[in-house]
């Protein structure tokens, strides 16, 4: 079983809908929680960080982050063609020491695709 | 260019050919991994820094070699390069106190 779960889609949505993408994971040690977004041909980049349960909000997005089910989701609000990607969920440790500090999980990547 | 950047961005190589794919960043961050991406595995770790002379190996390290002698490079060496590599590798750095990320634009590497 891997460490974190996410459904790869494909998903596909018409413009001004609302998308939940969402990820589980089995590692408790998890407490930071990171969205990344990859257009096609182009590298991951960050779009949600949090490390508390709850909610975060930034402009169309929302991270919901549940630690005692383990599930953390994504939501875009009125989405947009430009929202068309690969949405990726990413977790990691704590510090505890060492070197090992930093390393992220990631999900499988939901492929999203948002019909004008 | 301030940023985290790879070369080159496309290769291709014959089995068995030693390939060097080269990650630099300008941040001065710590931290610096080597991802590759396939599909239906999605992101998976091969090796990662620390610092300067500190790496570990991550997930999937069999056939690779990596090297950290100044904190700004982070180069990833196939040994023997085999068709089950052909992939896109990207490069990432963090800083020692944040977890989030960032990443470069990925080599793509063919193996034929």
């Known amino acids: 079983q891997k460490e974190v779960e996410q459904d790869p889609g494909p998903l596909s949505v018409p413009e001004g809908a609302i998308v939940s993408l969402n990820c589980t994971y089995s590692?408790?040690?998890?407490?930071?929680f990171m969205w990344y977004r990859q257009y096609s041909r182009k590298g991951p980049e960050l779009l949600m960080y949090t490390y508390s349960s709850g909610n975060k909000e930034d402009g169309r997005f929302t991270a919901q982050v549940d630690k005692s089910s383990k599930y953390i989701s994504l939501f875009i609000r009125d989405s947009q063609p430009s929202d068309s990607a690969t949405y990726l969920c990413a977790m990691s440790q704590a510090y505890a020491g060492g070197t090992s500090y930093g390393k992220l999980t990631f999900g499988q990547g939901t492929i999203l695709t948002v019909h004008p | 260019d301030a940023g985290i950047t790879q070369s080159p961005r496309y290769k291709i190589t014959e089995t068995g050919r030693q390939v060097t794919l080269m990650c630099h960043q300008t941040w001065s961050h710590s931290y610096m991994f080597w991802y590759r991406q396939d599909l239906g595995h999605g992101l998976r770790l091969i090796y990662y820094?620390?610092?300067?002379?500190?790496?570990d190996k991550g997930e999937v390290p069999d056939g690779y070699v990596v090297s950290r002698s100044k904190t700004e490079n982070f180069p990833l060496t196939l040994e023997s390069a085999t068709r089950s590599q052909t992939s896109v590798y990207f490069c990432a750095s963090s800083s020692r106190t944040a977890t989030e990320a960032f990443f470069g634009q990925g080599t793509r590497l063919t193996v034929v």
């Open positions: 820094s620390a610092a300067a002379d500190i790496t």
């Open positions: 590692n408790s040690a998890f407490q930071y």
